[in-house]
Structure formats: C-alpha cells, structure tokens
C-alpha cells in the first residue's frame, strides 16, 4: 500500500525519523528489532539473504523507477512516499538513490554455529567507527573471510551508514558478538593479533598460512587492541611498512591482512 506522506509528525514514520539506531534496535520489538537498509541495491541483498522488510521510505519517482521491482518483492507492506527534499527534512539526510527500507533483525546466532566450518575468521574489537565496519564487512565478503565475531563494544554491524558503506556486505557474511575469546580456542581456533610489538611476526610469515583455523584480530583506529588480548594470543602480527610509515586505518589493514591469510 502506497501512502504520500503529508505531516512529518505522522508517528508511522517515526522508524525513518526520530527513533535513534539505539530505540531501533532495542525499543520497537525486543523480540525483533529493526535496522535501516538505505539504497536499492542495498536492499535487495538483504533481500536475497532473507531479511523481512517492515516498510519503505521511497522517493516518488523511484515507486515506477529503481523501486519498483522492490515494492512488487516486498508484498503488502506500507510503501511511504514524497519529494525528496520532503523526505530529506523527515530524515534529516538525502536519501542515497532515494529509498530506505525497514527491515527486521534476525536472532543473535552462537558464535560456534557460524564458525564451527569456518577456517579464516576476523575479530572487530572495539571498533566503533560505522565506515570502517562498512569497509571491514565488504573486504570479508570479498577477500575470503568465513565469518565475522565483534566484541561488544564495537559497532552494531546493521547501523545505517555502515550497511550502506559495506554495500550490503553485512548480509553475506555470517557475523555475531564475541564475548570471550577463549571460546575461539575452545573451537579450535589460532588468534593472531594484529598489533606493533617487539616480538610481533610479518603478515607473511609461513607460520600463518600453515594454521588450519585462524583468527585475525583487528583493533580500534586508535588505541589498537588491548595490551591483555595481545598477551593471550597465539601470534602478534603486523604489515611490512616502508617510508617509516607505522601503520594503516584499521580497515586498510584488514583488507591487506585478508589477501594474505585467506588465500588458500
């Protein structure tokens, strides 16, 4: 159903407007939270990997243009509609390509169904920066990572912006929170950690290529891991730098850290 959008107080679309990332998450439905999938393309990966759309915010030109095969997959869903500068001072943002979708989470899966096949897996620990997650999640999907565990004080994966930066990459990937690392050794797993220490190992290293399961560690952009989880793990690693260059954006080096240890 296709509803033109005439008061920017309607409280139906309060999931595009005044509800934080938090009260999305949280609030609406404990059971079942919502995330916000901004773009067509974006969309329709969620699509593909089998999340269930709420509603759609949708430019009017795009409900016969870059929407429409959207709106006819989504079934009997409100479909809310406007010009986009009216839709800009709704969300407080341009609509990348026009439309947004409110799409409903999925059940926090265990860590050991999502990496009990897996052989190469990255931990995001602590990284709170919504483009670096982005980023993170598509050189995964790209690069050959089975599986993705962030710590509890990192970035939700299904925010906004970094869904749309991973363009859709965070439903490719099976991902879920980590709350402790012995668990990772408790399923068979290496950690390397990737840190600057006196004793750490270049990322080419035979030793790392010949780990069956490996688990690569990434930090935050700026006070890296913390000094207890660079203790306990199995290896410290770091990238080769010329220049007296010392490091990388953390998503630089996960995609530099991904071509090497996830070629077969």
Known sequence: MIYEITTLSDPRLAIFASLTESQLRNRLDPSRGIFIAESPKVIRVALEAGYQPQAL??????????AADIIARCGDIPVYTGERELLAQLTGYT?????????YRRPEPAVADIIKKASRIVVIDGVVDT???GAIFRSSAA???DAVLLTRNACDPLNRRAVRVSMGSVFLVPWTWLDDYATLHDLGFTTAAMALTDDSIALDDPRLKAVGKLAIIMGTEGDGLPAQTIRDADYVIRIPMSHQVDSLNVAAAAAVAFWELARK
């Open 131 to 133: 483009t670096n997650i």
């Open 143 to 145: 690069l050959g990572i």
């Open 57 to 66: 915010l949708c430019e009017r030109k795009h409900i016969t243009g870059d």
């Open 95 to 103: 609509l990348t390509r026009g439309v947004l979708c409110a799409m």
